[in-house]
């Protein structure tokens, strides 16, 4: 069965503190990783996908990197607006539908 | 583009009573999902297509059904809801090789059953 596992469940930063969320994930076969942000009372919004270990993607603030096991998204100097719940989620090979994480809620705070 | 729209945005249900949440997406994609949101969990997949006419259950499909005739809409159906059906739930939809290959999400729907 394909999981996926976020840490820590929230974090709390000072503006310009960077750090990092962490996706551990099993799966038969991957065939991508994607990292979705959700504002409350929004749907998720897509941000990255990586599709093989050693892969990194950036986006403003944000990078995103892939091992094997697990991936990262690095956050540099984030500002109150970073604010939000980050989603993980996992598709494996057969284009099958995506399982998410439970996400890790970020505030940032000025 | 609108993408993907989902009506109602708020709704009470009395245990008992049936309802179907709409979902439209104008983007011509294939794959369409519905996912459900609980406090502190993630998504859980509930109902997928592959196209029109095909439709395949995921992890939570009791107590929901769904059709397909159109590319554009998959309505979600909720047939004798129980309040354990509260939920905030998520129409997605994708198409193989797109731009960006991620899913396009809707705002959602806060169902309460009451």
């Known amino acids: 069965e394909d999981q996926v596992t976020q840490s820590p469940e929230a974090l709390r930063l000072q503006e310009g503190e960077s750090s990092s969320l962490n996706c551990s994930y099993t799966v038969s076969g991957l065939r991508g990783l994607f990292w979705y942000r959700q504002d409350p009372g929004k749907g998720p919004e897509f941000l990255f996908t990586?599709?093989?270990a050693g892969e990194e993607k950036e986006k403003e603030r944000l990078k995103a990197t892939l091992t094997k096991k697990e991936s990262f998204l690095h956050i540099t100097a984030p500002k109150p607006e970073d604010s939000a719940t980050y989603l993980c989620?996992?598709?494996?090979?057969?284009?099958?539908?995506?399982?998410f994480g439970k996400g890790t809620r970020l505030s940032v705070i000025a | 583009n609108a993408g993907v729209t989902q009506t109602p945005k708020f709704r009470i249900l009395k245990i008992g009573q049936s309802m179907t949440l709409q979902c439209t997406q104008d983007m011509n994609h294939n794959y369409m999902y519905w996912y459900r949101q609980d406090p502190g969990m993630g998504l859980k997949l509930i109902y997928y297509s592959v196209g029109a006419g095909i439709t395949d259950k995921g992890e939570v499909p009791n107590g929901y059904n769904v059709s397909r005739s159109t590319t554009e809409d998959f309505p979600l159906r909720l047939e004798l809801a129980a309040p354990s059906q509260t939920s905030v739930y998520f129409c997605a939809s994708y198409a193989l090789g797109g731009a960006g290959y991620g899913y396009t999400f809707g705002s959602g729907t806060r169902l309460t059953v009451v």
């Open positions: 990586l599709y093989s």
């Open positions: 989620a996992v598709q494996a090979a057969g284009n099958t539908p995506l399982v």
